[in-house]
């Protein structure tokens, strides 16, 4: 009795024992499915919105429906989030939890669809197809790819050092340069001034020698124009006046057809007397009046045919030997002497132009020459400080013009400014010149600018990610073309994608070390980081 009052005692310690065991293991396991089970297709975050077992209430609380109804394949939410689990609601997403690699979110009308989207198989549980969990195969792969990535970054990121390194020490070389280029530039520009005033002063009497020297051919040209046609008159004159009585009369000019001005055949008496003026008229009044307004219509009764005057021959014509050059005046020969057989002394003394009537007029005097020479030497000496001056503005300008850009918070920019890069697509070929233009190029045709630089254009805290180019050619029908580069960090510089979103408006994608702007640590998994990747 003693032995089975024990063994009754053991057997009921050790139910109790196990009892009890027992029912904390359901217990905890209960707490513990408790934490992680939600149901299907709701994410970690969502949870709490699912765990009252009692009531569920649409998360954009437009309806409160017993638990019972969330997941049952009847859509009662608007927004869907009943049916997290189902492909019930139009607006519904599937969360696949894709343990070992990426959580995501689906379209609810993936769910149970025939085609595997989660890589845990999660959205296709009705056994219609059987899906295979490839999450960690996936995420492996997708932490290598990181891996990689972060590797190129780093690098990327060494060689952006060198940027700044060479960015600092150029701009500083450069800035030293501009300096010391304008402190040269006033150097030069006070020279400048100097010979353009030695210039000024040597030109004025040079002007005036040679202003003097036309004048008096003018002069003797117009005196001989005077002569000449006085001797012209009196020949006419003396052929027309055809009864030698002095005076030229009404009848003599009628004997002239020229003067028939109504062509009728005859010259009239009143023609005559428009010719004349008066009815008899002396040679004096002759010559002076009428001769100046008929000498283009006058016809001499026998006109002969004179050999031409030297003023009428075509200078190029005559050559030095020929018959015409032989007649010419002593003095004149050397007018009309071929350059290259001038002496070495009057090189550059450019031979003398002829007027319209053939006539050249004399060379210059030694005087004159003496002048013209010393302006030519100031006007030298001038062209060749000028020719200084504007190189070296040129420099300065060039100078001021890269310092003047935002190279980058610490001039890792400067690398890639005055080199252009250029992205060929089916179409066009884009051409890309930091901080100066962007434009683009057909196989055939022009090329036609997509903008010019405008400035930085990223987000707060990311301003070095996007560069405006605006201004280019105008669009047919509409705006003029601008550019937006978006930049990205890589090892190369490199333009990787071009488009055009909206007309004219173009996007290029361009890869730089410039943007690789920090080191990452392989082993920290921040997707903030990877994002900026
Ligand atoms: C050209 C190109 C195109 C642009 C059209 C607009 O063909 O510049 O990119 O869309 O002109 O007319």
Same mark, same amino acid.
Request: net charge negative; proline share 5%; glycine share 6%.
């Given at each position: 009795?003693?032995?089975?009052?024990?063994?009754?005692?053991?057997?009921?310690?050790?139910?109790?024992?196990?009892?009890?065991?027992?029912?904390?293991?359901?217990?905890?396991?209960?707490?513990?499915?408790?934490?992680?089970?939600?149901?299907?297709?709701?994410?970690?975050?969502?949870?709490?919105?699912?765990?009252?077992?009692?009531?569920?209430?649409?998360?954009?609380?437009?309806?409160?429906?017993?638990?019972?109804?969330?997941?049952?394949?009847?859509?009662?939410?608007?927004?869907?989030?009943?049916?997290?689990?189902?492909?019930?609601?139009?607006?519904?997403?599937?969360?696949?939890?894709?343990?070992?690699?990426?959580?995501?979110?689906?379209?609810?009308?993936? &769910?149970?669809?025939?085609?595997?989207?989660?890589?845990?198989?999660?959205?296709?549980?009705? =056994?219609?197809?059987?899906?295979?969990?490839?999450?960690?195969?996936? =995420?492996?792969?997708?932490?290598?790819?990181?891996?990689?990535?972060?590797?190129?970054?780093?690098?990327?990121?060494?060689?952006?050092?060198?940027?700044?390194?060479?960015?600092?020490?150029?701009?500083?070389?450069?800035?030293?340069?501009?300096?010391?280029?304008?402190?040269?530039?006033?150097?030069?520009?006070?020279?400048?001034?100097?010979?353009?005033?030695?210039?000024?002063?040597?030109?004025?009497?040079?002007?005036?020698?040679?202003?003097?020297?036309?004048?008096?051919?003018?002069?003797?040209?117009?005196?001989?124009?005077?002569?000449?046609?006085?001797?012209?008159?009196?020949?006419?004159?003396?052929?027309? $006046?055809?009864?030698?009585?002095?005076?030229?009369?009404?009848? #003599?000019?009628?004997?002239?057809?020229?003067?028939?001005?109504?062509?009728?055949?005859?010259?009239?008496?009143?023609?005559?007397?428009?010719?004349?003026?008066?009815?008899?008229?002396?040679?004096?009044?002759?010559?002076?009046?009428?001769?100046?307004?008929?000498?283009?219509?006058?016809?001499?009764?026998?006109?002969?045919? @004179?050999?031409?005057?030297?003023?009428?021959?075509?200078?190029?014509?005559?050559?030095?030997?020929?018959?015409?050059?032989?007649?010419?005046?002593? @003095?004149?020969?050397?007018?009309?002497?071929?350059?290259?057989?001038?002496?070495?002394?009057?090189?550059?003394?450019?031979?003398?132009?002829?007027?319209?009537?053939?006539?050249?007029?004399?060379?210059?005097?030694?005087?004159?020459? /003496?002048?013209?020479?010393?302006?030519?030497?100031?006007?030298?000496?001038?062209?060749?400080? $000028?020719?200084?001056?504007?190189?070296?503005?040129?420099? &300065?300008?060039?100078?001021?013009?890269?310092?003047?850009?935002?190279?980058?918070?610490?001039?890792?920019?400067? /690398?890639?400014?005055?080199?252009?890069?250029?992205?060929?697509?089916?179409?066009?070929?884009?051409?890309?010149?930091?901080? @100066?233009?962007?434009?683009?190029?057909?196989?055939?045709?022009?090329?036609?600018?997509?903008?010019?630089?405008?400035?930085?254009?990223?987000?707060?805290?990311?301003?070095?990610?996007?560069?405006?180019?605006?201004?280019?050619?105008?669009?047919?029908?509409?705006?003029?073309?601008?550019?937006?580069?978006?930049?990205?960090?890589?090892?190369?510089?490199?333009?990787?994608?071009?488009?055009?979103?909206?007309?004219?408006?173009?996007?290029? #994608?361009?890869?730089?070390?410039?943007?690789?702007?920090?080191?990452?640590?392989?082993?920290?998994?921040?997707?903030?980081?990877?994002?900026?990747?």
């Amino acid at each position: 009795m003693a032995v089975s009052g024990f063994a009754f005692v053991q057997i009921s310690r050790f139910f109790r024992f196990h009892v009890l065991f027992s029912v904390c293991f359901i217990f905890i396991g209960a707490v513990l499915s408790q934490q992680v089970q939600r149901p299907r297709g709701v994410s970690l975050s969502n949870k709490p919105f699912y765990e009252n077992k009692e009531t569920f209430t649409c998360l954009d609380g437009s309806l409160k429906i017993p638990f019972s109804l969330v997941n049952d394949d009847y859509c009662d939410c608007k927004d869907g989030t009943d049916e997290p689990g189902t492909a019930a609601c139009p607006r519904g997403r599937f969360h696949c939890t894709n343990a070992g690699h990426k959580p995501m979110y689906i379209p609810s009308s993936r &769910v149970n669809d025939g085609i595997c989207d989660c890589c845990d198989a999660s959205d296709e549980y009705d =056994g219609k197809v059987s899906c295979e969990n490839n999450c960690k195969e996936l =995420g492996r792969e997708e932490r290598e790819r990181r891996q990689r990535e972060i590797e190129s970054f780093n690098q990327g990121f060494i060689i952006r050092q060198e940027y700044v390194k060479e960015g600092k020490d150029k701009l500083e070389e450069k800035k030293k340069q501009l300096e010391e280029l304008r402190e040269e530039r006033k150097t030069i520009e006070a020279l400048k001034e100097e010979k353009k005033a030695a210039k000024e002063a040597a030109e004025a009497p040079e002007k005036e020698a040679k202003d003097r020297h036309r004048e008096a051919w003018e002069k003797v040209k117009e005196e001989n124009r005077q002569v000449k046609q006085r001797e012209e008159a009196l020949l006419a004159f003396q052929e027309l $006046d055809t009864n030698n009585d002095n005076v030229v009369s009404a009848d #003599e000019i009628q004997a002239h057809l020229e003067f028939d001005g109504d062509n009728n055949g005859e010259v009239s008496y009143e023609e005559a007397l428009e010719v004349l003026i008066d009815d008899d008229v002396s040679l004096d009044l002759f010559a002076k009046e009428v001769w100046p307004q008929i000498k283009d219509k006058y016809k001499p009764m026998q006109q002969v045919e @004179e050999p031409p005057t030297p003023t009428e021959i075509d200078i190029e014509d005559v050559a030095p030997g020929d018959e015409e050059y032989e007649d010419y005046p002593e @003095e004149d020969e050397e007018a009309y002497t071929d350059d290259d057989e001038d002496d070495d002394d009057d090189e550059d003394v450019p031979p003398p132009k002829q007027d319209k009537d053939g006539d050249a007029m004399p060379p210059y005097d030694d005087n004159i020459q /003496t002048l013209i020479d010393a302006a030519n030497k100031a006007r030298e000496e001038f062209i060749e400080v $000028d020719d200084r001056y504007k190189k070296m503005n040129d420099q &300065v300008n060039e100078l001021e013009k890269i310092l003047g850009y935002d190279l980058g918070r610490e001039g890792e920019f400067y /690398t890639i400014q005055g080199q252009c890069f250029e992205y060929q697509d089916k179409e066009y070929t884009y051409k890309f010149c930091p901080f @100066e233009k962007v434009s683009q190029k057909p196989k055939v045709g022009r090329e036609t600018s997509l903008g010019t630089w405008k400035g930085w254009e990223g987000p707060d805290g990311r301003k070095y990610s996007r560069m405006k180019y605006g201004g280019g050619e105008k669009c047919w029908n509409g705006p003029d073309r601008s550019t937006e580069v978006i930049l990205m960090c890589g090892l190369e510089n490199k333009v990787t994608k071009a488009s055009e979103p909206n007309r004219c408006e173009y996007e290029l #994608e361009f890869t730089t070390p410039a943007l690789c702007n920090k080191m990452i640590d392989p082993n920290s998994d921040n997707t903030d980081k990877h994002d900026e990747l």
